[in-house]
């Protein structure tokens, strides 16, 4: 699977963001989807989920209210919009895809994507 991001930047603070993630490889709808992010200095971690069949999403708690992650299974791609965002939110941020089909699992295996900067000024 290739998972190609895009859309990261420099923001301010309150602003808005949308990042996108084109997936080519295998059937997209058959696989859940979400967004990781690593800061200098610290260890990727988790920022939102959707499942396979968009039904139901997850989000760090961090993120939770202001980021909303989306789906088209018709265009391969996830989105993640990111609203009012902080200067704590600046990282690398990774697309990710699960591993298994039709899993429910919340991107316990994933195959990653290349990174796209995400820089917010206060």
């Known amino acids: 699977v290739q998972l190609q991001a895009y859309g990261g930047g420099l923001v301010q603070a309150g602003g808005s963001l949308r990042l996108s993630c084109a997936a080519s490889g295998r059937t997209f709808s058959m696989y859940s989807m979400g967004w990781f992010r690593q800061a200098p200095g610290k260890e990727r971690e988790f920022v939102a989920a959707i499942l396979w069949s968009g039904s139901s999403t997850r989000y760090a708690e961090s993120v939770k209210g202001r980021f909303t992650i989306s789906r088209d299974n018709a265009k391969n791609t996830v989105a993640l919009q990111m609203n009012s965002p902080k200067p704590e939110d600046t990282a690398v941020y990774y697309c990710?895809?699960?591993?298994?089909?039709?899993?429910?699992?919340?991107?316990?295996?994933?195959?990653w994507g290349q990174g796209t900067q995400v820089t917010v000024s206060s």
């Open positions: 990710a895809a699960d591993q298994n089909p039709y899993g429910n699992t919340w991107l316990a295996n994933v195959y």
